[in-house]
């Protein structure tokens, strides 16, 4: 979850319910199913997050389990935490990415909540040249090594 509140709390009650109700061992907010979405994007911010997501969906086998590969409002039970973190080695939008692709490769269940992003009123996003390209680094290391 996001600190600055682009995540909006209020999800959270919801998130614990799919979590309850499926015993799922990951419950992810996404903004790319029905009733999710974004909040104070211009069309570049949208068109590169929805690329990426494509192309990670894609190169990784993910889009049947996952739709917001690169979102990191998600709820995870404590032993899938323990098991997947000593196993990544992947920051940024790759570690998202990255420990989606890992709890797939051990089975574990991942669930979705529609949640809408909220850009952030205060400071800046941290997008940009260096973290794109890391995000396609960690693409290329998570296609050819899981």
């Known amino acids: 979850m996001d600190a600055d509140l682009s995540h909006h709390p209020k999800?959270?009650?919801?998130?614990?319910?799919?979590?309850?109700?499926?015993?799922?061992?990951?419950?992810?907010?996404?903004?790319?199913k029905p009733n999710g979405g974004v909040c104070g994007w211009n069309f570049k911010r949208k068109l590169t997050s929805r690329g990426a997501n494509f192309l990670a969906a894609t190169a990784l086998s993910l889009s049947s389990e996952a739709s917001d590969l690169t979102g990191s409002f998600r709820l995870y039970r404590k032993q899938v935490l323990e098991t997947l973190i000593p196993d990544c080695v992947s920051n940024g939008y790759a570690f998202q990415m990255e420990i989606l692709v890992r709890a797939r490769n051990y089975g574990y269940i991942i669930e979705e909540v529609p949640i809408v992003f909220v850009d952030r009123v205060f400071g800046a996003s941290k997008l940009g040249g260096a973290e794109i390209v890391g995000f396609l680094k960690g693409l290329l290391f998570l296609f050819f090594t899981t």
């Open 11 to 32: 999800y959270i009650p919801q998130m614990i319910r799919q979590q309850l109700n499926t015993k799922c061992d990951i419950v992810s907010g996404t903004r790319y």
